[in-house]
């Protein structure tokens, strides 16, 4: 099994539209979780990290259960610049990052 | 200020040859990270430097792969022998304390994309 798994995508929605990600992750002893965002050929960026109470940012909320060792992304009222693959991170105790395959998000008008 | 820098940005070499790939990190940050990312997978963890020193290097796939960073701030990924299989993006990153906490962001650099032909 892999250590970070998400949904396989790739999710083709229209402006406006809310979408959420899917991950779950296999080590129960991971205690720092993110969010990156990567566009077609650039590196990747942080767009959030993931807390057990949740957080917000603007459109993209991120939520974390720890019991279910599972972590989702929100993006709400879908834009154009959305569309980017996503990838879910978790770090291991050393700080190096376990990065899932990534979900393709296409926000079509 | 500058963010991390990789050069070349594209190298192709041919089998059997040794390549070197460069990254400069974000100044004044310790930690450095490299990682490969394959075709529509994610990055994949290579080895970590905190310092001077490699404190994490259980990602290199083999021998053929090293990596130095003699000063604590540049690092070279040095790989022998190339084979097609080494074809892929290699990523550095760095950030301020290392560690991994949540507060801790790795800043990564556009990549250097290696073909092995």
């Known amino acids: 099994r892999k250590e970070v798994e998400q949904d396989p995508g790739p999710f083709n929605v229209p402006e406006g539209a809310t979408v959420a990600f899917n991950c779950t992750y296999s080590?129960?002893?991971?205690?720092?979780f993110f969010w990156y965002r990567q566009d077609c050929r650039k590196e990747p960026k942080l767009l959030m990290s993931v807390y057990s109470s949740g957080n917000e940012d603007g459109r993209f909320t991120a939520q974390l259960n720890r019991a279910s060792q599972y972590i989702s992304l929100l993006i709400r009222d879908s834009k154009l610049s959305d569309s980017a693959t996503y990838l879910c991170?978790?770090?291991?105790?050393?700080?190096?990052?376990?990065f899932g395959k990534g979900t393709k998000l296409s926000v079509k008008p | 200020g500058a963010g991390v820098s990789q050069t070349p940005s594209n190298k192709v070499t041919e089998k059997g040859k040794y390549v070197e790939l460069r990254c400069d990190p974000i100044?004044?940050?310790?930690?450095l990270y490299w990682y490969r990312q394959s075709l529509g997978q994610g990055p994949e963890f290579l080895i970590y430097?905190?310092?001077?020193?490699?404190?994490?290097d259980s990602g290199l796939p083999n021998d053929r792969f090293f990596a130095v960073r003699p000063e604590g701030s540049v690092s070279t990924l040095k790989i022998q022998r190339t084979e097609r299989g080494d074809s892929a993006v290699y990523l550095c990153?760095?950030?301020?304390?290392?560690?991994?906490?949540?507060?801790?962001?790795?800043?990564f650099g556009p990549g250097t994309r290696l073909t092995v032909l």
């Open positions: 100044s004044g940050h310790t930690a």
């Open positions: 990153a760095s950030s301020l304390t290392g560690g991994g906490g949540p507060t801790d962001t790795q800043y």
């Open positions: 430097f905190q310092g001077t020193g490699a404190a994490d």
């Open positions: 080590n129960s002893a991971s205690q720092s």
């Open positions: 991170v978790v770090v291991r105790s050393q700080g190096n990052l376990i």
